[in-house]
């Protein structure tokens, strides 16, 4: 086989073997094929896309690049969650430690943010000592005695995966569905569980706007699963306006603790009840309907906050936060922004909110960018809410204040009143399983 024969191959159109798919992987990683060829190889792709059966051998080959975790010690009990990424979206923090208050363990890996989009691990930073690495024994051995264990990906995870997306993010072609598919599952693969629920987001604040584009890749993505012998579901949830109401990491970890605690937003508390429900009908089967009904009573109870505070422990972190928290970071500084005008909100760019919250330093638009972690938006109000002009919408928090000016108009320039309230909008629009 030779690189440029297999690109030419994908340029025109056809499919290429899983032996053809495994070598370009190989020849990646071994420096045979370089980042051009790579990135001559994503345009392709991106032009022609791949049939099922080639997204799946691209998954297997990037995560068989580096190290395969063996969670076969879990049993059936092993429990992955995946989200495509959103606005305000903290549902890691809430739903791990309810799945394994009803004896789910969750052994997962996740990322830091980057761009519009808060990352999981970013906000377990926010607590005082949590401590975001763990060597792989360490890790499965809290998965088991805690129930819950979340770490950040390592380089060792899918490397291939790394090296392809770095490339992707220079070259224009993030938005190949077969990509972006092939780069989830590879790392969710590698990463061992036997049972995977994926959020799939779809609108203004997604990385898929449309929903034919997210039912597109949730499929995709379950039939690799399928085809590696995983259980998935997919759930398509709206990210068309932020999921809760507080955007920025420690201002999200408070939230997530609210909603242990009973309280906080209603939007936030249902995606999480519906996503616990389906992650432990992996697990133990039974309906989802049944497991979501139990997830309301753990929650109800306090048992998923006495679980929350477990891992949080496990981990080296204060657990002390859900009663202080104050021991969180807090911002220097904060400002309030009023609407501009009476009327119903009837649409917010959910991008721009997350846009206006990495201007005030709660993101990075660089992976080597230190962010703030007391940075952030509360919203006030959110889509469908009728609200007098002078009202208060949102509270932004920094420590420069010299970064309120171009927020405030990032965030002002995301919403859209009208006179009449907007048509509802489901949380789930579908479920794939």
């Known amino acids: 086989m030779r690189v440029t024969d297999l690109i030419e191959k994908k340029k025109l159109g056809h499919t290429l073997s899983d032996a053809e798919i495994q070598y370009l992987i190989d020849a990646y990683m071994s420096g045979e094929a370089s ?31 580096g190290c395969m975790l063996d969670l076969s010690s879990l049993g059936k009990n092993s429990v992955d969650k995946h ?30 943010g980057l761009g519009h989009t808060g990352g999981t691990i970013d906000k377990l930073a926010s607590i005082p000592g949590y401590r975001t690495i763990l060597d792989e024994d360490n890790f499965i051995l809290q998965a088991q005695t805690q129930g819950v264990c979340v770490v950040q990906a390592g380089g060792a995870l899918a490397p291939a995966d790394s090296k392809l997306y770095a490339l992707r993010d220079v070259t224009a072609t993030v938005d190949s569905i077969p990509l972006i598919a092939s780069s989830v599952m590879s790392k969710k693969i590698a990463s061992g569980a036997k049972n995977i629920v994926l959020d799939v987001k779809t609108g203004s604040g997604a990385l898929m706007k449309s929903l034919e584009e997210s ?24 990210m068309d306006t932020p999921l ?26 249902s995606i999480c009840l519906r996503l616990a429900g389906e992650m432990l009908a992996l697990v133990h089967g039974g ?26 422990r496990a981990q080296g972190g204060d657990e002390s936060i859900v009663e202080n928290l104050s021991l969180l970071p807090h911002a ?61 919408l949102a509270t932004l928090y ?18 859209v009143f009208s006179d009449t309230p907007p048509k509802d909008v489901p949380l789930v629009y579908d479920v794939i399983r």
């Open 287 to 312: 309906s989802a309907v049944h497991w979501e009904k139990e997830a309301v009573a753990a929650l109800s109870s306090g048992k998923a906050l006495k679980y929350f505070k477990g891992w949080i």
């Open 244 to 269: 809760g109401n507080a955007v920025g990491n420690a201002l999200e970890v408070e939230e997530a603790i609210a909603v242990l605690c009973g309280r906080g937003p209603k939007d936030l508390q």
């Open 83 to 112: 989200s495509t990424g959103g606005v305000g979206d903290k549902t890691t923090l809430i739903v791990a430690p309810l799945v394994a208050a009803l004896g789910g363990n969750v052994a997962k890996m996740s990322g830091r």
């Open 35 to 65: 980042d051009y060829h790579m990135a001559a190889f994503s345009m392709a792709v991106y032009f022609c896309g791949m049939e099922n059966a080639e997204t799946t051998a691209l998954t297997m080959a990037m995560a068989r690049s």
């Open 332 to 392: 220097k500084h904060k400002m309030e922004i009023y609407t501009p005008q009476s009327g119903y909100i009837s649409h917010i760019d959910t991008q721009k909110i997350g846009q206006a919250s990495l201007l005030l330093g709660a993101g990075r638009n660089k992976k080597e960018d230190k962010i703030q972690m007391g940075a952030g938006i509360l919203l006030a109000a959110k889509r469908g809410e009728n609200i007098s002009k002078g009202a208060l």
């Open 215 to 238: 039912h597109l890749l949730a499929e995709i993505m379950v039939s690799i699963g399928k085809s590696c012998s995983r259980n998935v579901t997919a759930l398509i949830t709206d």
């Open 398 to 415: 920094t420590d420069d204040t010299s970064f309120f000016a171009p927020a405030k108009e990032e965030l002002l320039s995301a919403y």
